[in-house]
């Protein structure tokens, strides 16, 4: 690191003439690259997605991309309004690529719906709602609706960009820009910005790479830009503050930037790859939109650690002084502060080591009583529930909810494939279908069924499409209960013949799958994240122990912040804070936030403990080294901890349940991690385990590659009391 630091400076115009050429072609190839995202979500090999591609390419539609028009009219008036509303949706369907209208038919006695089915996916379909809106016009005395999945999607993305706007733009930002000012005291704040600003569009060109290749989603690019921010904050506080201590003691600026990349340099990569490892988790989901955010999440750490070792120390070199002569804040305060001997956090740590197993036990508890929640966790495929009810797809929902059902929007779809040409004719099949029609009407969950018209048999009468529209939501537990009933019992029991195979699509069914395929791959890829971290951290920590407790640590924040979750969503905790009480957590969020959160809090577990083991090697005191890597770090992790916090606030300020949720899991964890975990429960845990926090036995070690611990010349100790 010290040799490749010294290589840097030397040829520091040519590294800075290469990111400069690296940055402008990755920002000229990736002004391309929302035109190869998508938010289409498919579930390779579930039992909807072969119905749904059976109703594409053998009925011409895909459930998720209709339509439908709602018209509501005065009491009695329905069957007067039936013609009106078939002209309109046709003018609808007309302006839909690919679309058609299926059906027109009263639901009430004052409302007619009509449904427009189309080839397209949702993300493709939105884009024709306001269009279509424009075509079907008005119809006197009633009131129109144009509503539907994709209408819904597109009536929220305004919602959505208008809440980040506020929330990342006037909320997040200015709090970043804020903590930053105060962290670093000078002009140097605006080092992070630099490192982002090379990290962020340089990944996003590799993402566009891959773009070309893979489906991938249009939320890619919020999250490369945010954990880029966060990281580059995170390693340029890092690196900057070693620099200026190096400096302090009279090492000249060669010098300072190679002892800084010599250390926290070393700490800066052992974190990027455990910050990767934690995020590439989702590259292995049996999910193709999950394994995009997996690829973006192991680029950005990389890239950014590629730009810390190579272009951060020739900023350092070439700026810092520079911008060190700028103060923003008195220069009595910055020296007070960064006096290791009588700060904050040295006085805090004496006063945990003092009496570290009351403070390992209350944090302990502490954490255990907030995940305790968890306990009553209740997962879902989301919900229209959790959207602002003003938007004009949601009325359309509410008064077609009314009439019919939740479930009208997105009915469970039943696919019968007879294996042949004709087989649709086949008696035993129509008797089949009869009883299966009888069967779901006698269902609590089934508001109405559809198992005869134009459109319920293939042109090749191979295949014959029943529709169960549900009382309830397709996201919401009565409709996932139904489903499995569905598959489990009705199918059965209507008693197809033995060549006949019934699939189960539609909104529903897909919520099903969908918790099922991630819910069955999760667990074993937790497990192998937690086993390569631990090898990471056993060459970066040079101990057996401090990765398991690091790992355990980790853990318990994550569950404490699955807790939250439940506590304010579905217990109602965060409702008096503008939250939306809400029973289910949004399935996919449990895996974001564990991947996010094991990425970033293990980020800052290497810095701290990284410290420690520097002033360990040179000591060999324990507490001497937990104390002085609390005073030299314990600002940098608190500060990169809460510019965290207030970006991922920036979701919770918004009006959609699951952004409202992401966001406060992702806050809540980064704020426990940086203050009861790092602050209290990381330091009186080393003072409990003493001198066994560094031990690594020679065999051990020569397997890692790494220097064993001086304690291995002695007998290892037995496990007892600090001091004793």
Do not use: C
Request: proline share 5%.
């Amino acid at each position: 690191m010290e040799q490749l630091a010294r290589t840097m400076i030397r040829l520091r115009w040519f590294v800075l003439a290469t990111w400069l050429v690296v940055v402008v072609v990755s920002g000229m190839a990736s002004a391309g690259l929302n035109d190869l995202l998508t938010n289409r979500f498919v579930l390779p090999g579930s039992e909807s997605e072969k119905a749904g591609d059976i109703l594409k390419d053998s009925f011409g539609q895909q459930p998720e991309g209709s339509f439908s028009v709602v018209v509501e009219g005065k009491p009695g008036s329905a069957s007067s309004l039936v013609e009106p509303t078939r002209v309109a949706a046709t003018k609808a369907a007309a302006a839909l690529e690919t679309g058609k209208l299926e059906e027109v038919r009263p639901v009430a006695g004052d409302v007619v719906t009509a449904r427009i089915v189309s080839q397209l996916q949702p993300a493709e379909a939105k884009g024709y709602t306001g269009a279509m809106r424009e075509a079907a016009g008005d119809i006197p005395g009633a009131t129109l609706f144009v509503t539907g999945q994709s209408a819904i999607e597109s009536d929220l993305e305004p919602v959505q960009n208008r809440d980040l706007f506020v929330g990342e733009v006037l909320i997040a930002i200015p709090i970043a820009l804020v903590i930053l000012v105060f962290v670093f005291g000078t002009l140097a704040f605006l080092l992070p910005f630099m490192l982002a600003a090379v990290a962020i569009p340089t990944t996003l060109a590799f993402v566009w790479i891959f773009a070309n290749f893979m489906t991938l989603s249009t939320y890619l690019t919020n999250m490369v830009t945010l954990i880029g921010l966060g990281i580059a904050v995170d390693y340029s506080l890092l690196m900057v503050h070693r620099y200026r201590e190096e400096r302090k003691v009279g090492r000249s600026k060669e010098d300072a930037v190679a002892v800084t990349m010599s250390t926290a340099g070393r700490a800066v990569v052992f974190s990027g790859t455990a910050v990767a490892i934690g995020l590439a988790l989702m590259l292995f989901m049996p999910l193709p939109f999950m394994r995009g955010f997996g690829l973006a999440g192991l680029l950005i750490p990389l890239v950014s650690v590629a730009a810390a070792i190579t272009l951060l120390p020739v900023l350092m070199y070439w700026l810092e002084d520079r911008m060190d002569r700028v103060r923003l804040i008195p220069k009595r305060v910055i020296e007070r502060r960064e006096d290791s001997e009588s700060n904050f956090w040295a006085r805090l740590a004496d006063r945990i080591m003092k009496r570290p197993y009351a403070f390992a036990a209350g944090t302990t508890a502490a954490l255990l009583l907030l995940a305790a929640p968890l306990l009553t966790l209740q997962l879902g495929p989301g919900s229209n529930e959790g959207i602002p009810r003003d938007l004009e797809a949601v009325q359309g929902l509410n008064v077609l909810a009314e009439a019919v059902g939740e479930g009208a929007l997105a009915p469970t779809d039943i696919v019968i494939d007879t294996g042949r040409a004709g087989g649709a004719a086949d008696g035993d099949v129509r008797a089949g279908v009869d009883r299966l029609a009888s069967l779901l009407r006698g269902d609590s969950e089934v508001a109405d069924v559809i198992a005869a018209g134009p459109q319920t048999v293939d042109e090749t009468a191979r295949y014959l499409h029943v529709q169960a529209i549900g009382k309830h939501e397709y996201g919401l537990p009565d409709s996932q209960e139904f489903v499995d009933r569905l598959r489990d019992e009705i199918v059965p029991a209507a008693a197809f013949p033995a060549d006949t195979e019934v699939l189960a699509g539609g909104g529903p069914a897909f919520g099903v799958d969908f918790l099922d395929i991630t819910y069955g791959a999760f667990p074993w890829l937790v497990l192998a994240v937690l086993l390569l971290t631990y090898v990471l951290l056993v060459r970066a920590f040079r101990s057996l122990l401090l990765p398991l407790k690091a790992i355990v640590l980790n853990l318990l924040s994550i569950a404490a912040a699955y807790g939250i979750l439940v506590l304010a969503f579905k217990l109602g905790a965060g409702e008096p804070f503008g939250l939306t009480q809400f029973d289910q957590i949004e399935g996919w969020i449990p895996v974001f936030l564990f991947a996010m959160l094991f990425g970033l809090s293990m980020d800052y577990e290497v810095f701290l403990v990284s410290r420690m083991r520097e002033e360990w090697d040179a000591t060999k005191d324990n507490e001497a080294a937990v104390r002085q890597g609390m005073a030299k770090t314990g600002r940098l992790v608190t500060a990169a901890g809460l510019i965290m916090v207030a970006a991922f606030m920036g979701f919770v300020a918004g009006s959609i349940v699951g952004l409202q949720q992401f966001g406060l899991g992702l806050a809540a964890a980064i704020l426990i991690d940086v203050t009861i975990i790092r602050a209290l429960l990381v330091p009186s845990a080393m003072k409990i385990f003493g001198r066994w926090n560094w031990w690594l036995p020679e065999g051990v070690a020569k397997v890692f590659r790494v220097k064993p611990s001086p304690l291995e010349s002695s007998p290892a100790p037995v496990l007892r009391p600090a001091g004793k």
